[in-house]
């Protein structure tokens, strides 16, 4: 039977047309885009194609202001190790929140070990970022602030925009995380007012492996792989020349479809939270209700282990999951549940839904079916359940 796919944060189907141009690119033995042969010419005018197509997604007033990348942590490495060693000069400090992607985050923990300073801003219980706390953090040494787009766990947007004038006033450079955005909602970097968006392939059924960096033209910024000149100067290595056709071409997609991909998505979603009271009871959701991606959705359910579910219904065809996929494995609670103020135990009963579009009404009825019986399941044999049933 096929698996019911409902993590598409994690991974996407290829579009056919995606497909497609990845195969006439392979078949068509394109050069090195650096080279100086026809060969090389035809692959460098493909290349162009491309981010031409990618600019146009994200709106960038100059496609030379996007770099191509192996992915969105790359992107995101790139944009706040590259902005911190570039303007030293000017400070050591960094401003962000604590509900960062790993790429975030583990970047900024590697500056503090060479004397950069950070300072991670709350959010409130409903899972935003306050702009008035963002700018009481920053200070004279300030050089960058990091905030992301959309959540990678939860789906709840920021108020970029906001932060970004406020970034804009006091001077400061303004990267923001838009992975799990673009392609999926309309990220426009020139209404936002970013200097710094990472973005990757994948969440808009592009190839995996391919991601982007929008860097402002006149933003101070050192390269994070040195060697040739490839991507403008800004990343050196030959580029993956097939994978960045197909994520042009998904971009093309996703500019065009991206009205009729929002409402099919956010009508399942509104199907499920709708139904969910019909199914189980005692649960949290985490996404907030009005300013999320449409087509992704926080749930923790009381009582019951995350993980197991997740085996669960994969017994039964259905794919979800616990938290993003790059922090599949940590045995800790998540770091972004935690800070919404939600307990240890609650935090290890979450399951995060991505829809998409392969997705259907019936397919979320049957989900929510065996959802039920899964849930029922564990939380017979649940000590924690037992006590509060007999406290209640």
Same mark, same amino acid.
């Given at each position: ?23 006439? $690119?392979?078949?068509? =033995? ?43 942590? @790359?992107? $995101? ?55 008035? =706390? *963002? ?46 955005? #673009?392609?999926?909602?309309?990220? =426009? ?58 994520? +042009? ?17 956010? $009508? ?6 709708? @139904? ?27 009582? *019951? @282990? ?9 017994? @039964? ?23 919404? +103020?939600?307990?240890?135990? =609650? ?6 839904? $991505?829809?998409? *579009? ?10 929510? +079916?065996?959802?039920?019986? #899964? ?18």
């Amino acid at each position: 039977m096929k698996i019911i796919n409902l993590d598409h944060i994690s991974a996407n189907p290829l579009l056919p047309e995606v497909k497609q141009a990845m195969i006439e $690119a392979i078949g068509a =033995d394109y050069g090195n885009p650096s080279s100086q042969h026809r060969m090389g010419e035809r692959a460098a005018q493909m290349l162009e194609d491309a981010r031409k197509s990618v600019s146009r997604l994200v709106n960038a007033a100059n496609d030379r202001e996007i770099v191509f990348t192996s992915c969105g942590t @790359e992107s $995101a490495n790139h944009a706040v190790k590259g902005v911190a060693f570039a303007n030293r000069d000017r400070g050591n400090h960094i401003v962000t929140s604590n509900i960062e992607h790993n790429a975030v985050i583990r970047s900024l923990r590697r500056l503090k070990s060479m004397g950069y300073t950070v300072t991670s801003v709350s959010v409130g219980a409903d899972g935003r970022v306050d702009p008035a =706390d *963002i700018e009481s953090a920053i200070t004279d040494t300030t050089i960058l602030v990091s905030v992301m787009h959309s959540n990678n766990e939860t789906g709840t947007l920021q108020p970029v925009a906001e932060i970004a004038a406020i970034a804009r006033k006091r001077g400061v450079l303004f990267h923001c995380d838009a992975v799990d955005s #673009v392609g999926v909602v309309p990220v =426009d970097v020139q209404d936002l007012g970013v200097d710094l968006l990472s973005f990757a392939s994948n969440p808009f059924y592009g190839p995996t492996g391919v991601g982007g960096l929008y860097i402002k033209r006149g933003v101070r910024i050192w390269p994070l792989l040195e060697g040739g000149i490839q991507e403008h100067n800004k990343r050196a290595g030959t580029e993956n020349l097939v994978g960045i056709i197909g994520m +042009g071409k998904a971009a093309e997609l996703a500019r065009r479809e991206l009205d009729q991909r929002m409402a099919h998505t956010a $009508a399942l979603k509104k199907k499920f939270l709708d @139904e969910l009271p019909n199914y189980i009871d005692e649960y949290i959701i985490n996404t907030h209700p009005e300013y999320s991606l449409p087509n992704m959705l926080s749930v923790s359910i009381k009582y *019951i @282990e995350g993980e197991s579910v997740v085996l669960m219904l994969d017994d @039964e065809n259905f794919a979800v999951s616990t938290r993003s996929a790059c922090a599949t494995g940590s045995l800790r609670a998540s770091h972004v549940l935690l800070s919404l +103020g939600l307990s240890h135990a =609650d935090a290890q009963g979450t399951l995060v839904l $991505a829809f998409g *579009i392969d997705n259907s009404e019936a397919q979320i009825t049957a989900f929510l +079916g065996a959802l039920q019986r #899964v849930v029922k399941t564990l939380r017979d044999i649940s000590p924690l359940y037992r006590r509060s049933a007999a406290e209640g």
